[in-house]
């Protein structure tokens, strides 16, 4: 079998091209076509729990490099837009860093075409520093800092692609697994919203899916998302920084709006309950109810 030291493929409106190097020969296969760019809400860095369906906007652009040697460890290289859409905790070996656990719909990395080898892969570098090594916060900080679209690495696992055997030994009854709905981005859904603290009726308004939910809500002048002085003058604009923000997901949609990150659940802390999220970090992915904090 041969094995191909590096796999390079660019995503945007020009026709892609695959270029594969093996030791003494170089092919390169040009292909036909158009590819759809990623989608991104603007929003916070990385930790969107956005969840929709793949479709593309005309003018959003990134880039993948895949590089492989011989054995089992390879890096994957993305030029991403922010929010990334994924769901990031630390390391548990010890050796510092953040694990991908998750990739999220809505997110510039889901429209990546190796969007699922970034499950359990471990972020090495952020625009060209090392962060393979830092704490959980300071990864974050370098996410937060860096412009958009910018250059990320990864670390894949060995098992994207390690060689393994299979044995069949006996026909096992394939589980049946409720399925989520899903949403297509820009498709219009039901945002109702509940101010208990300002005495004010409820208010029903329409979001597009994979819009940012904090911006959706400011933008309708009779919802107060930062109320009080401090909140309106300490808010870090949308920076997934100082949590004041958080708004109480009461009803998620059957569940479409998945789980929140653990990121999420240490910014809000005893300000909110488990059904709290930061609005800046989230992508709307379908109906839902929200209480303002």
């Not at 999220?104 to 520093?129: D, R, W, Y």
């Not at 697994?177 to 005495?199: D, F, H, L, R």
Request: net charge negative; glycine share 8%.
């Amino acid at each position: 079998m041969v094995k191909y030291s590096s796999i390079v493929i660019a995503a945007a409106w020009a026709q892609p091209t695959l270029s594969f190097v093996m030791p003494q020969k170089a092919i390169t296969h040009n292909t036909v076509g158009t590819s759809s760019p990623p989608i991104a809400a603007d929003s916070y860095a990385s930790l969107t729990t956005s969840r929709t369906t793949q479709t593309s906007r005309p003018h959003r652009t990134a880039s993948t490099s895949l590089s492989m040697s011989a054995t089992t460890e390879s890096t994957l290289s993305l030029t991403l837009e922010k929010p990334l859409g994924l769901i990031l905790e630390e390391s548990e070996d010890g050796s510092g860093g953040v694990i991908v656990t998750q990739v999220n719909e809505g997110g510039s990395a889901f429209e990546s075409p190796s969007a699922e080898q970034l499950i359990q892969s471990k972020i090495s570098t952020v625009m060209e520093q090392d962060v393979s090594s830092l704490s959980f916060d300071d990864v974050m900080d370098a996410i937060i800092n860096a412009p958009s679209p910018f250059d990320i690495e990864f670390a894949l696992p060995s098992t994207a692609v390690a060689e393994t055997e299979t044995t069949v030994e006996a026909e096992v009854e394939a589980e049946v697994v409720p399925t989520t709905p899903s949403y297509e981005v820009g498709a219009t859904v039901t945002i109702t919203v509940q101010q208990p603290e300002t005495n004010k009726p409820d208010i029903t308004l329409n979001g597009k899916v994979g819009d940012n939910l904090r911006k959706t809500l400011l933008a309708n002048k009779d919802i107060e998302l930062y109320r009080g002085l401090k909140k309106k003058l300490g808010n870090c604009g949308g920076g997934g920084q100082c949590g004041f923000c958080a708004v109480e997901l009461t009803d998620d949609g059957e569940g479409v709006w998945g789980d929140r990150s653990d990121y999420e659940a240490q910014r809000i802390g005893k300000n909110g309950n488990e059904k709290c999220r930061l609005a800046c970090m989230n992508n709307i992915v379908g109906p839902a109810t929200v209480r303002t904090l």
